[in-house]
């Protein structure tokens, strides 16, 4: 198959053609194109690389049954309030909308900005990937994955009898995978549009994402790997994407749900990015990863997948499965790869973390939650871009926080 005939709802000419409907959404070719360019266009008329305007098929994620707030403690037994105080104003003037401190079990401090409250929805952007890795964590837990080595194919068998076969679950998750890197896409045939933008964009991806790299050996940022992660876990559990993430993470965490971007109704949801959750939600995922997969005494995910997580793929020594590593220290971290002349823009850090065992998550605009499992400290920071000055430094509020603590 081509991306001149698609099955999965749309044609680069559709008047090339013929109509197809399909049955689960009745969404023909030529109205799943129409709502591809609309995507399209709408994206194109933003400047900047921030995503879309506005997701145009939310659809509820349910959290935990009963939220159960996090412990809280005074942050002055801890921190001095200067390191705070600096910290806020840091976060302030990089146009943060949460800042939120966990040490030692409880939240220490916690800071919204502007209309932003302990409820408010915020974009994921890329903090949905490491969201994504922790629900294959829980489907390895539950049994429904043998491995992190178990090829992708065995799920996704429209890959059984072709080169990608061999892509392992670790491949996709590690960005190790061999499929086309991230770039800068202008046109509307591009197959890096149609794979975020099409209301049938897990099979432009499935079928048509082309390969350009044999698998396990080259570190390659793209939103394609994270998208896989939904057809994934539908296929392995038998249950929907978003409810998968309420059943197998939100509910044991306590944790509130939100909602997420489903490509077309009755379709599947992104899990490369685009969920919109609270503050709250994301910190308990860096906690679980930094408790090392313990949650309330109960293993929510096993040690030697947290060890998987943060251990260094193929190529690029600072990335591991849907996190960032501190170590070795690199002063410009890019996260499409160790090239700081890709597209996407990197993140400068100005001096070495003051701890060995940091890592992180890092979505666009600077979406961070630093994690020091030697310190029991997890720093999260959302919000949209940082302006250019000052601009964001990666050493920053780690170093802040560490620096105070060795005092």
Not at 236 to 264: C, H
Not at 317 to 333: D, E, R
Not at 335 to 348: A, C, F, I, K, V
Request: with cysteine.
């Amino acid at each position: 198959m081509t991306l001149k005939r698609l099955l999965m709802g749309g044609c680069l000419i559709a008047s090339a053609c013929a109509t197809h409907v399909e049955p689960a959404t009745g969404l023909s070719d030529e109205a799943a194109e129409a709502i591809y360019l609309q995507r399209f266009d709408a994206l194109r008329d933003r400047t900047g690389a921030s995503g879309l305007p506005a997701y145009d098929n939310l659809k509820p994620m349910a959290g935990a049954a009963e939220f159960e707030p996090l412990a809280r403690a005074s942050a002055e037994t801890v921190f001095s309030p200067d390191t705070l105080e600096a910290a806020t104003a840091y976060a302030a003037e990089n146009n943060s909308s949460s800042l939120i401190i966990w040490k030692d079990g409880a939240i220490v401090s916690e800071t919204y900005f502007g209309d932003v409250d302990a409820d408010t929805l915020l974009v994921s952007k890329s903090l949905a990937k490491p969201l994504s890795v922790v629900a294959v964590g829980r489907a390895l837990q539950e049994g429904y994955i043998t491995s992190l080595d178990q090829p992708m194919a065995d799920f996704i068998h429209e890959w059984q009898g072709t080169p990608k076969e061999t892509i392992r679950i670790r491949d996709v998750l590690g960005m190790h995978s061999g499929l086309l890197p991230q770039a800068a896409a202008f046109e509307a045939d591009n197959v890096l549009n149609r794979a975020y933008l099409h209301p049938y964009h897990e099979r432009v991806i499935i079928e048509d994402y082309p390969m350009v790299a044999e698998p396990g050996e080259v570190y390659a940022y793209s939103n394609a790997n994270g998208d896989l992660i939904a057809p994934l876990i539908e296929r392995a559990t038998g249950m929907g994407y978003s409810d998968w993430l309420t059943q197998a993470v939100f509910e044991p965490l306590g944790a509130k749900g939100g909602e997420i971007w489903f490509n077309r109704d009755g379709g599947v949801p992104h899990s490369g990015c685009c969920a919109m959750l609270p503050a709250d939600t994301y910190l308990r995922l860096a906690v679980l990863l930094v408790q090392n997969g313990e949650w309330e005494g109960e293993a929510l995910l096993s040690p030697e997948f947290i060890a998987d997580i943060k251990a260094p793929g193929p190529g690029f020594p600072n990335a591991g499965m849907g996190v960032y590593l501190g170590t070795p220290y690199s002063p410009f971290l890019n996260p499409s790869g160790p090239n700081p002349e890709t597209y996407l823009s990197g993140t400068p850090q100005s001096e070495p973390f003051l701890r060995d065992d940091v890592f992180f998550f890092d979505g666009n605009s600077n979406q961070v939650a630093y994690m020091v499992p030697s310190e029991n400290l997890v720093i999260l920071r959302t919000g949209a871009w940082p302006p250019e000055e000052p601009g964001w430094d990666n050493a920053v509020l780690p170093n802040l926080f560490l620096g105070d603590l060795q005092e």
